[in-house]
Nanobody, 127 residues
Framework: EVQLVESGGGLVQAGGSLRLSCAAS????????IGWFRQAPGKEREGVSA????????YYADSVKGRFTISSDNAKNTVYLQMNSLKPEDTAVYYC????????????????????WGQGTQVTVSS
């Protein structure tokens, strides 16, 4: 059974940092990449960052470039999202999801290409 479980969310002041974790099971990182998405109240879910399972290629939305870093520990089947210099506009529920590795490029930040999703973790950045 495919499972994706996010953790690490919380409340942080603007300028602070958080590290989110996505623990994956039921599939191989040889076959799937992992993406992080977020959804703020009243807004559509948007792609934040993603990593190719085999090559480790990373992708970032313009809004988080230079502040967020995605990484993968394949031995632990876990993907991390290190979020630095957080802003109030980063407040959202953050989700991870898996995407078949035959996608490439910015397809990795398109929600419709993802198969399974985690339940989400809340990130709140206070001003």
């Amino acid at each position: 059974e495919v499972q994706l479980v996010e953790s690490g969310g919380g409340l942080v002041q603007a300028g602070g940092s958080l590290r989110l974790s996505c623990a994956a099971s039921g599939f191989s990182f040889d076959d799937y990449g992992i993406g992080w998405f977020r959804q703020a109240p009243g807004k559509e879910r948007e792609g934040v960052s993603a990593i190719h399972g085999t090559y480790g290629t990373t992708y970032y939305a313009d809004s988080v470039k230079g502040r967020f870093t995605i990484s993968s520990d394949n031995a632990k089947n876990t993907v991390y999202l290190q979020m630095n210099s957080l802003k109030p506009e980063d407040t959202a529920v953050y989700y991870c999801a898996n995407i078949p590795i035959y996608y490439s490029g910015m397809y990795f930040l398109e929600e419709k290409n993802y198969d399974r999703w985690g339940q989400g973790t809340q990130v709140t950045v206070s001003s």
